[in-house]
């Protein structure tokens, strides 16, 4: 089993930058699939950014060009690096671990605010 915790979240001006991090217990975290996720309030939850067991990555149209996704397999850890920060990047920020065959595993979510 994995558990999630994302952490790095905040109150931003516009324009500002967030790195958020989500860390991953266990020893097989270099196994999975990450995704950032994110959620605001009345809309459905939607991905912002992935990357691979490999380090493959793919963005959302809306965050290409001043979101960047890494992880550091050692640290068990996978950062969301925000810049740019718009009001409309409001939202709770969920990371999901995932595996072909296996469950997902889904962190508590960390909270954004990008005032104007």
């Known amino acids: 089993q994995v558990q999630l915790v994302e952490s790095g979240g905040g109150l931003v001006q516009l324009g500002g930058s967030l790195r958020l991090s989500c860390a991953a217990s266990g020893n097989v975290f270099n196994m999975y699939g990450v995704g950032w996720y994110r959620q605001a309030p009345g809309k459905q939850r939607d991905v912002v950014a992935t990357i691979s067991r490999f380090g493959s990555t793919n963005y959302a149209d809306s965050v290409k060009g001043r979101f960047t996704i890494s992880r550091d397999n050692s640290k068990s850890t996978v950062y969301l690096q925000m810049n740019s920060l718009k009001p409309e990047d409001t939202a709770v920020y969920y990371c999901?671990?995932?595996?072909?065959?296996?469950?997902?595993?889904w962190g508590q979510g960390t909270q954004v605010t990008v005032s104007s």
């Open positions: 999901n671990a995932n595996k072909p065959g296996w469950p997902n595993y």
